[in-house]
């Protein structure tokens, strides 16, 4: 019989990047005794907290009114989708935040089809209702055209609906409401909107394994929510593997969720979301069940990647000098464990000991290289690529993105050119308040590689672009992509300040003063089409005649600082990012010169280089 769990809710936070989900969940934790003023709790990353996003989903728990509310805070950003389809295989309903000002954005719009796809019940959050251009009518609006949108179901109309202000930490279900001092009418909502997780009362102990974490005292742990039944400490179990082999495990501890720790249990229910350790060979989407009644969950799926990057290790006559995992194996064995707790990237040995990572986007790969590189990792990637497909009448496809632009009126102009030579196809255009534009395009993920920098400078740092997939459509034919080519050094040494002042005129410089260089490596960006090769090393030539005031005072160009999604949306395809834990530097695949004539004068590098 089916019967529910009236003591547990499960709920996970989804919205586009910057709404305010983080904040919303700590102003949770405040209001709920768990954390202390000003502490920002489940942004817990180094990489998290400066760049002030969620890049994994995280679980915590807090407890209202007797019952265990479990609340999964979900990444905003589209290139993390499927930490956002974990979060959701785990929960019963789904608060939905958005901005009060921007208004759904195209995450706002994939995490809510998600969600709305698995028949999640919906609450609805008009967020930051404290800006000075906030619209929140206006906004709720379109939220609701959205909800018709994606369910067809008029039903969505009567969905509970709040205005907020996370970080003042009040909501109300009346807009302008002066007695709004706090956030407990959402947590009311959640406890009568929400439904209780079901279970079977017949069903053996079964849970679906949803993310995996590992310590290095209990080695391997798998989280997830058990679906039926209930399990106790030194249970003998068995996990079902996705090609349907069993593996016998022993639990060896059970931990569930309060506040943003984990808390040892002795015996754990159905409908609660829980840590289990006890098995070493676990993966996302297993499912682990009793031995007496094997019986397989529907695992968990994820929409295939789109983008591929090689990594491999660093060919730099400069490697090993500033990290320590400097081996091909430490990377291979370090992107094995990315992709055992990553389920939306997959990666690949190739036969020359590069491999091949696939995900959703090139800012993800970024992710991953930035947290290698904090890890003492040296190793070269290379430029994100587009991966295409074959339909079933052998046309090339390629991903296709969803792209809205918000930028002032005055320079639109420049955006819809550069965008219309991308292939990009506009699908609307509004005005709104303050002298903005909003414009939707439809758009190849292939054309927004290395745009995003040259779109901020086009709208001097004005403009605002999201994007998230469409899906696979025909191959929208080729554009030009950089049209400047490479400064790349034609020796080693170390850059000295009149080498590069004398040099100036043939383009924009990447490196300082005293940075060491070497033979091949990429020094900057060429005025003009095609590579040059020069020397940065050059200094001045002394004598023994010299006239007073002969000298040239020597004044460079300020160069900012050189960052990894610059870099990698600078290369071309015959180029490495060559990182470290303290550098950041680009070069040609092919070091040296003449062996890069070569191949040139061939038409064609190496297989491996490609």
């Known amino acids: 019989m089916v019967t529910k769990n009236e003591k547990i809710r499960n709920i996970a936070i989804i919205a586009h ?70 979060g959701l295989s785990m929960v019963d309903g789904v608060v939905l935040l958005c901005d009060a000002a921007e208004g759904p954005l195209p995450q706002t719009r994939f995490v809510l089809q998600k969600a709305l796809e698995r028949h999640l019940a919906v609450i609805v959050v008009i967020n930051k209702i404290d800006r000075q251009d906030a619209r929140p009518e206006e906004v709720l609006n379109e939220v609701y055209d959205l909800l018709l949108e994606l369910s067809d179901d008029e039903a969505m109309l009567d969905v509970p609906v709040f205005y907020a202000n996370g970080r003042a930490g009040f909501c109300s279900k009346r807009l302008g409401d002066p007695d709004a001092k706090t956030i407990h009418p959402l947590l009311d909502e959640v406890l009568q909107s929400i439904p209780a997780p ?17 310590s290095d005292y209990l080695g391997r742990l798998a989280v997830g929510k058990i679906v039926n039944g209930h399990a106790t400490v030194n249970d003998s179990l ?18 569930t969720y309060d506040g943003p720790r984990l808390v040892n249990a002795d015996r754990v229910e159905a409908g609660d979301i ?31 990647p789109t983008v591929s990057m090689l990594f491999m290790k ?77 339909d079933e009448e ?21 955006v819809m050119e550069k965008l219309s030579k991308r292939r990009a196809q506009m699908q609307t255009m509004s005005y709104t308040e303050g002298g903005r534009v909003k414009m939707s395009f439809s758009c190849p993920s292939r054309a927004l590689i290395g745009y995003r920098d040259e779109f901020l400078t086009d709208t001097h740092g004005f403009g605002i672009m999201n994007s998230t997939l469409r899906g696979y459509e025909p191959y929208k034919g080729d554009f030009p992509e950089r049209d400047a080519g490479s400064l790349i050094c034609d020796r080693a040494g170390v850059a000295v300040p009149y080498g590069i002042w004398e040099l100036e005129d ?21 005025n003009k089409s095609g590579d040059l090769l020069l020397n940065p090393t050059r200094t001045k030539k002394l004598t023994n005649l010299r006239a007073a005031g002969k000298d040239d005072a020597v004044s460079l160009t300020p160069v900012p600082e050189m960052t990894l999604e610059r870099a990698m949306r600078f290369i071309k395809d015959d180029e490495l990012v060559e990182v470290t834990p303290s550098a950041i530097r680009m070069c040609k695949k092919i070091l040296d010169s003449q062996k890069r004539k070569i191949f040139e004068t061939r038409g064609a590098i190496p297989e491996y280089l490609n």
């Open 17 to 86: 990047v910057d709404h305010g989900k983080t904040t919303l969940v700590d102003a949770l934790f405040k209001q709920s005794g768990v954390a202390a003023q000003g502490e920002r709790v489940m942004d817990s990353g180094d990489i998290e907290r400066e760049r002030g996003i969620t890049i994994s989903a995280k679980n915590c728990a807090i407890f209202w009114r007797g019952v265990k509310i479990n609340i999964i805070d979900t990444p905003g950003h589209a290139d993390f989708g499927g930490e956002v389809e974990r």
């Open 198 to 214: 079901e279970y079977d009362d017949a069903e053996p102990f079964q849970m679906l394994v949803s993310d995996l974490s590992y």
């Open 238 to 255: 068995v996990c079902i593997k996705e090609d349907g082999s069993h593996a016998q495990l022993r639990v060896t501890r059970l931990q």
């Open 274 to 304: 829980v840590v289990l350790s006890g098995i070493e060979d676990v993966s996302i989407g297993d499912t682990i069940c009793t031995r007496e009644r094997i019986k397989a969950l529907p695992r968990i799926t994820v929409d295939e």
């Open 314 to 390: 660093n060919i730099s006559p400069l490697a090993g000098r500033e990290g320590k995992n400097v081996t091909g194996a430490k990377i291979w064995e370090r992107l094995q464990r990315e992709a055992l707790r990553n389920v939306s990237i997959q990666v690949e040995k190739n036969p020359d000991e590069t491999f091949t990572v696939k995900g959703r986007g090139e800012f993800q790969m970024a992710i991953i290289v930035e947290e290698m590189r904090r890890e003492d990792f040296e190793l070269c990637v290379g430029r994100p690529k587009i991966i295409f497909k074959r």
């Open 394 to 414: 052998g046309r090339r496809t390629e991903p296709v993105e969803d792209l809205l632009v918000d930028c002032p009126e005055e320079y639109s102009g420049v």
């Open 506 to 526: 043939r383009g924009k410089f990447f490196i300082h003063p005293g940075d060491p260089v070497y033979e091949g490596e990429i020094v900057g960006e060429n």
